[in-house]
Nanobody
Framework: QVQLVESGGGSVQAGGSLRLSCAAS????????IGWFRQAPGQEREFLSA????????YYADSVKGRFTISRDNAKNTVYLQMNSLKPEDTAVYYC?????????????????WGTGTLVTVSS
C-alpha cells in the first residue's frame, strides 16, 4: 500500500508562487509515475501534470504549461509541483496520484493511489 500526502498549499495573491509536495510512504514510490490534479468547487477534476518514474518524461495540461513545473526526488520519495504566476482561477484542492502506468496517471482513470489533497487559494 502506498500512501500519498500532499503539502504546501495555502493562500497567495495573484502573481505569486507556491510549491506543492507529494510525499509517499514507501520506497516503491520510485517505480510509480506521479500526476497532479486539481478540483475546484462545483467543477470536475482537472489533470495538471505528470512525471514518469525516472523523471525523464513530463507532461503538462495547456492550462498550466509554462507556469507549473513538475519534478521528483526519488531518494526523498517526493514529487514537487512548482506553481508560478498564480491566478485566481487556480484556486482549488490539489491532489497527487500514483500509478505504475504513465498513461493511466495522465488520464486519472483507474489510478492506483490518490492523496487527500491540499487547498490552494489565490486572491486577486
Amino acid at each position: 500500500q502506498v500512501q500519498l500526502v500532499e503539502s504546501g498549499g495555502g493562500s497567495v495573491q495573484a502573481g505569486g508562487s507556491l510549491r506543492l509536495s507529494c510525499a509517499a510512504s514507501r520506497r516503491i514510490f520510485s517505480c510509480y509515475a506521479i500526476g497532479w490534479f486539481r478540483q475546484a468547487p462545483g467543477q470536475e477534476r482537472e489533470f495538471l501534470s505528470a512525471i514518469s518514474w525516472s523523471g525523464s518524461s513530463t507532461y503538462y495540461a495547456d492550462s498550466v504549461k509554462g507556469r507549473f513545473t513538475i519534478s521528483r526526488d526519488n531518494a526523498k520519495n517526493t514529487v514537487y509541483l512548482q506553481m508560478n504566476s498564480l491566478k485566481p482561477e487556480d484556486t482549488a484542492v490539489y491532489y497527487c496520484a500514483a500509478d505504475n502506468n504513465f498513461r493511466t496517471v495522465v488520464t486519472g482513470q483507474g489510478v492506483d493511489y490518490w492523496g487527500t489533497g491540499t487547498l490552494v487559494t489565490v486572491s486577486s
